[in-house]
Every structure is written in structure tokens, then in C-alpha cells.
């Protein structure tokens, strides 16, 4: 089913075989994001945890750039601001976004068709599986502007490339080319630009017929267990098996491996 376009066309929308595809479209500003689609996205997240028939989702963009970053055009002056202002803005803005995607109850796959910039590397980075196109770049840009990394940069890079290398990337600004970003695991995979929306169809919609309860509380056992003790992280993982087991895709999981069969998971 294809959902009927927003009057937003620069955040575009369309769900497939209960996959949801979001995609940034202002290929002209090389998708740098602005408040009312940063929104949008989050919405749109929220929706695909709310919606039993969305069962993954993709995050892409149209254009040359996956997303330069924050659209800094129109904010406010130095002078106009008071204490409070910028740490606000960041709260319900940048860290808003990410968290979003880390709490998206769906697994949230990038499909990174060009360069991802500061915000915009992390939105990528957030997600739980990321592919790229041999063209894209991600640019830890902040220090090029004289700015400390936002939207959760400084946790996200160290957790997928150790300190050191986090420190490298955010220190200097370098572009990381994609194929750089999958020998250093910060990316999952890299395929020709041609082959990239094909590519993310293909394991968007795989992920979309598995058990999509039990991958919802895979991905918060993995997201946890970089801020857990051991006793913290194993009695999670006890309280989710203990749910799962609830489930109709538990139950089918292991009746299909009892009478030797594939399973047919429902998503519930």
C-alpha cells in the first residue's frame, strides 16, 4: 500500500510492504534539516512504533547528499540569545531526532545515498543497520565551524569505533569515504549508487517479515548494554525472553522448527 503525498514534499513518505520509507527531499540544500522536518521525521518514527503494520523502516534522501546538517539559516543571533537558549534548541532539536531513531521500536535502516555532514552523519549513525553508496561521505563537520559535535555525536562514534578514532574524526573534520566507514564498522555495508535503493529493499523488507517483537527487544537489549553493568545487561535480557515467549512469533519460531518447516512470522 502506498500512502497518498503529504502538502510537506520535502520530507516524502510512502509505506511498502509494511515497510515505512522516509525520505529527505530538499536536494537543493543537500537536505540539511530544518525544525518543521525534524518533526516530521519524528512523527514518523513515532508512528512506526504505534503501527503494528509497519514492520521497518528506511531513512534516505533524495539528491546528491544524504544530509548536510542542521539548516542554520534564520536562527537567532549570538546577542539575541540568553543563557538556556542553545542547550534548549540542541535538547529539542538534534537530541530529539537521534533519540527518536534509538527508540523507534522498528529497526531503522539508513540508506545513505551521499554525504552525511554533522547531524546528518549521525541521523545515518543512529540507525541499527547502515548501507551506503560507494559516493557517500560522513564528515564529522562541526569543528569546521568552531562547534562542539550535537545530536549525540560524542556517544554514538565512540561506541562504534572506539574513543581514539572518535577523537580523530571529530577532531580534524575529515570526509570518511564510505568504503573507509565499512572497513572501520561504522557502517554495515557498501554498494554501487545504482544498486543502493534495491539494496535497502531488500533487507528492509527481510527484516519486515521477521519477528518484529522479538528484533524490537534485540535492538533495546544491544542499546542498553553499552551503559550496563553485567548484572544489569543479563537481567534484561531475562525479562525480555520472559516477554517474547508471550508472543505469537515465539511460539511460531519454535513450532516451525519442531515440525521442520519455514516459520511464517505475523509481526505480533
Known sequence: MTEAPTQD???LHRTENNVSW???NRPDAMNALTWDQ????????ADASADPAIRAVVVTATGKGFCAGADLRGGAAATDRVAGDVARMIRLGAQRLITAVLDCEKPVLAAVNGTAAGIG???ALACDLVIAADTARFIEVFVRR???PDGGGAYLLPRLV????????MFFG????????????LINKVVAAQELEATAREWAERLAQGPTRAI???KQLVNASLDSDRATALAAEATAQEINMTTADANEGVASFVERRTPKYLGR
Do not use: C, F, N
Open 162 to 169: 572506539g574513543p581514539q578514532k572518535a577523537k580523530e574524526l
Open 9 to 11: 514534499t520535502t520530507i
Open 38 to 45: 525534524r518533526d516530521r521525521v519524528i512523527a514518523l518514527l
Open 216 to 218: 524490537a527487544m534485540t
Open 174 to 185: 575529515d570526509a570518511l569515504p564510505a568504503a573507509d566507514a565499512e572497513r572501520l564498522g
Open 121 to 123: 552523519a549521525h541521523l
Open 146 to 148: 568552531g562547534l562542539v
Open 22 to 24: 522516509i525520505t529527505l
